[in-house]
């Protein structure tokens, strides 16, 4: 069975959802972030953002099954999908997933096979296990080796912390609202934040800190130091992706520290870097953004081998992460982070894409449905199509 067609659009599944939305600000504020050092973005983290809606591809079999693969920036996404992989896996055997992974990466070199490409390349490869999946009559997590647990232990991300625990959750991360441009202040409003949340959740909860590339190696370091009392599990993604040579200063300044990173590499490479040099103790690699379910793997394999261990970012938000975490020893846990819901609302409540499991009391197991298990067909595409 051969690739037939690829096809990729631009969507908004939050179409099909219920008018739920959760808050993340702490302060008035929004998350900080990079852009926070410019004024008119500090506190408004989603101001600095592109205006690009998620992208769908789908990619479709000779006999008309198909499989979904879904992806963000659908700005500059769709015309590497639609204008370049298309004519390079049509007519490729559907099952050939790591010669297609293959000839994404060496085609898109010239222009750089990170940042944009690696969505693209992340959005045909999930569509291509899915479809796989299908044909197969087999859950994608079987593909991988089949379940390495009974279910996945769940953490939640935000600051409804006590609605969390309530849900079951038994991690939190909290993201960080304040950066170096806020000084010493933002370091005392950071460590009364942690102490007043390990106040409420108490000593047998995890919990962990989400800096978005807010922060340079001086203020993560000072950040790390006031909150050792607090015992985070891990301080998470604190500078910016490549500054490769900042992270393994903050790994010497801060022994015992537990340091998470990775959201923000793509493909294999930066993440084989990093357990070369021990940089990091967890790698988060987003599964619809580092080039697939097929770079994932590879970087679990990385992580096993250098006795590290993964966290991917988002997994739990949908089937793709769920299915890669539930066939991984490598990783331990699934995070929930857009789309927790707030106080009050069902989780249930926040599923986008129909089919997608649902986290009970804290743990979460995948379907055994064929594929990802994701029950979207055209009609829903239709509606979810911008």
């Keep these: 069975m051969n690739i037939r067609n690829i096809q990729a659009f631009t ?3 939050s179409r099909t959802r219920k008018a739920v939305k959760s808050s993340l600000q702490r302060d008035g504020r929004q998350p900080s972030g990079p852009m926070d050092r410019y004024p008119e973005y500090r506190g408004r983290r989603s101001a600095a953002g592109p205006e690009w809606k998620s992208a769908a591809c789908i990619v479709e079999a000779d006999d008309g099954t198909f499989g979904l693969g879904l992806t963000q920036q659908s700005g500059p996404v769709l015309p590497i999908i639609n204008g370049h992989f298309r004519q390079l896996l049509t007519g490729q055997s559907v099952m050939a997933t790591e010669k297609c992974y293959d000839l994404m990466v060496r085609a898109s070199a010239s222009y750089g096979s990170q940042g944009a490409a690696g969505f693209a390349i992340s959005a045909v490869d999930l569509a291509l296990w899915d479809l796989k999946g299908k044909l197969l ?3 994608v997590y079987e593909l991988l080796g089949g379940p390495q647990e009974e279910h996945i232990i769940c953490y939640a991300t935000g600051f409804d912390v006590e609605w969390y625990l309530e849900l079951g959750f038994r991690a939190v991360k909290l993201p960080m609202p304040y950066g170096p441009d806020d000084g010493i202040d933002g370091l005392n409003r950071a460590e009364e934040m942690v102490a007043e949340t390990r106040s409420k959740i108490g000593d047998d909860i995890e919990l962990m800190l989400d800096c978005w590339m807010a922060l340079d190696v001086e203020y993560a370091v000072r950040l790390g130091e006031s909150l050792r009392p607090y015992r985070l599990k891990w301080l998470e993604d604190y500078l910016m992706p490549n500054d490769m ?8 300044r801060l022994p015992g520290q537990g340091l998470a990173t990775g959201e923000h590499w793509y493909l294999a490479e930066p993440f084989l870097y990093a357990a ?12 619809k953004w580092c080039g697939g379910l097929s770079a994932a793997v590879r970087i679990c ?5 250098a006795g590290l261990t993964v966290a991917p970012h988002g997994a739990m938000n949908d089937p793709y992460g769920q299915h890669l975490v539930f066939s991984m020893p490598a990783a331990r846990w699934g995070e929930r982070s857009s789309g927790v819901s707030p106080p009050g609302v069902p989780l249930s409540d926040m599923v986008e894409l129909p ?5 009970e009391d804290g743990y979460l197991t995948p379907g055994d449905a064929p594929g990802f298990g994701i029950e979207a067909d055209r009609t829903w595409l239709e509606r979810v199509t911008v």
Excluded at 276 to 287: A, C, G, K, S, T
Aim: without cysteine; negative net charge.
């Design 355 to 359: 089919g997608t499991a649902v986290i």
């Design 245 to 252: 040579s900042g992270f393994a200063a903050v790994r010497q």
């Design 276 to 287: 070369e040099h021990r940089l990091v103790d967890i790698f988060q690699p987003d599964v």
């Design 301 to 305: 394999h990385i992580a096993e081998a």
């Design 137 to 139: 009559g087999r859950p």
């Design 11 to 13: 969507v908004d599944p």
